[in-house]
């Protein structure tokens, strides 16, 4: 079963960046595809950014143009660049790795393991 650490989070005003990383170990990290998350406060936890075991990315409508998912595999590791922050953006931001890309990118999705998830808040 993946291991998953996020980090990376914090406190930054809106319009600042952020860069988050998720290192992952207990399976073969290449062959996975990749995925962040985030759940608002009071809401569910929903899809924001996925990469391919390829390279190939998608994003959820309100990060596109903002935000970059980007994968190391010789390093086990997920990054995700945050630009242009917005308040909207605040939640905790977790990672997850997996095979199905319909099951990863659904809201609140149901994957066997999860980290404890890195906090950005995004002040006004």
């Known amino acids: 079963q993946v291991q998953l650490v996020e980090s990376g989070g914090g406190w930054v005003q809106a319009g600042g960046s952020l860069r988050l990383s998720c290192t992952a170990s207990g399976s073969d990290f290449s062959a996975n595809h990749m995925a962040w998350y985030r759940q608002p406060p009071g809401k569910q936890r929903e899809y924001v950014a996925f990469?391919?075991?390829?390279?190939?990315?998608v994003y959820r409508d309100s990060v596109k143009g903002r935000f970059t998912i980007s994968r190391d595999n010789a390093k086990n590791t997920l990054y995700l660049q945050m630009n242009i922050l917005k308040p909207e953006d605040t939640g905790v931001y977790y990672c997850?790795?997996?095979?199905?890309?319909?099951?990863?990118?659904?809201?609140?999705?149901?994957?066997?393991?999860w980290g404890q998830g890195t906090q950005v808040t995004v002040s006004t």
């Open positions: 997850n790795a997996g095979q199905n890309i319909v099951t990863m990118t659904m809201t609140n999705p149901e994957l066997p393991s």
């Open positions: 990469i391919t075991s390829g390279g190939n990315t």
